[in-house]
């Protein structure tokens, strides 16, 4: 497609329960962001992946939040055993190359946890 | 800690008059820095960026001024439009991390 593509846009779940988003980048964007904004807050990094190598996983919250990226294309991020703080909109980003400059957004998946 | 801070979380513009939103930071190694607009329900876009070497970059009705001796950097928008009223982040990047304020909300008022 021509932007990145993000599913699902919404998703309503119980707390405890495990979470898959899903993120599309823009053909031959090699870098993947996944950022995360909740309510009154800004966009908060999670985790960074560049080509063939090892993810910057430095803005994951907890454990329980984990992501990979497959063929260097589609990325999941997965939440296990979900809380109510995890409640936000989740927001995948991918550029043409890591540090380049400006990032492509999708529209995000807004997650809320009952 | 917040490395980037947009300290008025609104704003309101009458049309054709200036909107200046203000951006300040803590990282004198940022690289550039960047500002992005963003719509309800939608992502952030991106809107104009400046490099750490700068001090003005413009585009149209768009200019961000930076001014590295304060590590501060400002949007200005004029004339303003309806079409406008967004939620403007400022981002600043070194290297391949990106760090975003909180964003201001633009209404600009017709």
């Known amino acids: 497609g021509a932007g990145v593509s993000q599913s699902p846009s919404n998703k309503v779940t119980e707390k405890g329960k495990d979470v898959e988003l899903r993120c599309d980048p823009i053909?031959?964007?090699?870098?993947l962001y996944w950022y995360r904004q909740s309510l009154g807050q800004g966009l908060e990094f999670l985790i960074y992946?560049?080509?063939?190598?090892?993810?910057?996983k430095s803005g994951l919250p907890s454990d329980r939040f984990s992501a990979e990226r497959t063929g260097g294309s589609v990325s999941t991020l997965t939440i296990q055993r979900t809380q109510q703080e995890d409640s936000a909109v989740y927001l995948c980003?991918?550029?043409?190359?890591?540090?380049?400059?400006?990032?492509?957004f999708g529209e995000g998946s807004r997650l809320t946890v009952l | 800690d917040q490395q980037v801070k947009q300290n008025s979380p609104s704003l309101s513009v009458q049309e054709g008059r200036i909107s200046i939103l203000n951006c300040d930071y803590t990282?004198?190694?940022?690289?550039?820095f960047l500002w992005y607009k963003k719509y309800p329900a939608e992502g952030p876009t991106f809107l104009i960026s400046?490099?750490?070497?700068?001090d003005k970059n413009e585009d149209g009705r768009f200019t961000v001024f930076l001014n590295k001796s304060a590590k501060h950097l400002s949007l200005h928008i004029v004339p303003s439009q309806p079409g406008d009223s967004a939620v403007y982040f400022c981002?600043?990047?070194?290297?391949?991390?990106?760090?975003f304020g909180t964003g201001t909300s633009l209404t600009v008022i017709p």
């Open positions: 053909s031959g964007h090699t870098a």
């Open positions: 992946f560049q080509g063939n190598s090892a993810p910057d």
């Open positions: 981002a600043a990047q070194t290297g391949n991390q990106f760090y």
């Open positions: 990282n004198s190694m940022f690289d550039y």
């Open positions: 400046i490099s750490s070497i700068k």
């Open positions: 980003a991918s550029s043409i190359a890591g540090g380049a400059g400006e990032l492509f």
